[in-house]
C-alpha cells in the first residue's frame, strides 16, 4: 500500500517548515530558465529504484537478488513498455545493484554511471540516519523531531537533488532526441523521491500542487519509483502489477 497525504493542510505547514530552514524545500532548486531547452525531445523523466538485494558486509557490493531481477524486469514490462519511446541513455548510480536493475529494466539502452547518484556518497551522516528511520517516505526524514538530524538531511537531499538535476540538464544538452520520450533514472531510495521534487522545482512545477505529496508521502517500494511529466506538471508514483495487488 502507498502511504498518500493525510490533507493539504498538513502539507502546507510543512511546505511552511521547509522553507524557513537554510536548505528548505523551496531552495533544493532554483528554477531554471533554460531547462524547457535543455529538455526538447524528452517530455518525461522516470525515476526508478534498484531491486530487491543480497545482503552485504559492503553497501556498494550488494548485488540483485533473483526476486530483484524478477522486480526489474516486471517493471520494465510493465510501466516501461507504457512510458516508450525511452531516451537511448540511461543515468545511472554505479552501484552494481543500480547498474543490474538498469540492464534489466532496459536491455537496449546504453547505461551512463553518474558518481553523484550512488547513495553512498551521503556516508557517513546520511548513512547513520538512514540507519535509525530506514525506508520511509521522503517526508519523515524532512520532518525529523532531532534538529540537528533534520537539518543534515535537508542539506544532504538538497545537494541530491542539485546534483541530479544538473546532470539530467547537462546530460540533456549533450544527447538531444530527435522525438518524445522518456529518461529514465535509477538510483535508490530515499534519495530518489529528493531528486523527484528537485527536479519538478526546477522545471518550475506548481509547488503547491497536490502531486508534490506523491513524492514527498510515499514509500519507495523495490523496482518502483515516479514520473515527472512536463506536459501535465504532474508527479505519479509507478507501481508493479505484482506489488499492487499486495
Same mark, same amino acid.
Given at each position: ?5 493525510k ?6 505547514? !510543512? %511546505? ?23 529538455? !526538447?525531445?524528452?517530455? *518525461? ?23 530483484? *531481477?524478477? $522486480?526489474? +524486469?516486471?517493471a ?12 537511448? %541513455? ?6 552494481? *545493484?543500480?547498474?543490474?536493475? @538498469?540492464?534489466? %529494466? ?7 554511471p +553518474? &558518481? ?11 548513512s #547513520?540516519? %538512514?540507519?535509525? =528511520?530506514?525506508? #520511509?517516505?521522503?517526508?519523515?526524514y ?12 535537508? &542539506? ?5 537533488? *542539485? ?21 529514465? +533514472? !535509477? ?9 523527484? !521534487?528537485?527536479?519538478? $522545482? @526546477?522545471?518550475?512545477f ?28 504532474? =508527479? ?11
Amino acid at each position: 500500500m502507498l502511504r498518500m497525504k493525510k490533507g493539504s493542510a498538513r502539507f502546507a505547514s !510543512v %511546505f511552511i517548515q521547509l522553507a524557513s530552514s537554510c536548505r528548505g524545500f523551496q531552495d533544493w532548486v532554483a528554477p531554471i530558465p533554460a531547462f524547457k531547452d535543455a529538455t !526538447v525531445g524528452v517530455r *518525461r523523466i522516470g525515476f526508478l529504484r534498484h531491486g530487491n538485494t543480497l545482503p552485504s558486509s559492503i553497501d556498494w557490493e550488494r548485488p540483485l537478488s533473483e526476486i530483484g *531481477r524478477q $522486480q526489474a +524486469i516486471e517493471a520494465g514490462q510493465s510501466f516501461g513498455k507504457e512510458l516508450e519511446p525511452f531516451h537511448p %541513455f540511461l543515468l545511472v548510480s554505479p552501484a552494481p *545493484r543500480t547498474m543490474e536493475t @538498469a540492464r534489466l %529494466f532496459c536491455p537496449t539502452a546504453s547505461l551512463l554511471p +553518474i &558518481q553523484s547518484l550512488y547513495d553512498g556518497t551521503m556516508q557517513p551522516g546520511g548513512s #547513520a540516519i %538512514f540507519r535509525k =528511520i530506514g525506508y #520511509a517516505p521522503l517526508l519523515d526524514y524532512l520532518e525529523n523531531e532531532n534538529q540537528q538530524e533534520r537539518e543534515l538531511m535537508h &542539506q544532504l537531499l538538497g545537494a541530491y537533488a *542539485r546534483e541530479t538535476t544538473t546532470a539530467i540538464v547537462n546530460h540533456l544538452k549533450e544527447t538531444k532526441s530527435s522525438e518524445d520520450c522518456t529518461l529514465w +533514472i !535509477v538510483g535508490h531510495a530515499i534519495y530518489l523521491p529528493s531528486a523527484v !521534487v528537485g527536479l519538478a $522545482q @526546477a522545471a518550475g512545477f506548481d509547488s503547491e500542487d497536490d502531486s508534490f505529496q506523491v513524492a514527498l508521502s510515499t514509500s519507495t517500494h523495490e523496482a518502483e519509483g515516479y514520473l515527472v511529466d512536463f506536459d501535465t506538471q504532474s =508527479i505519479r508514483y509507478l507501481q508493479r502489477p505484482s506489488n499492487q495487488k499486495q
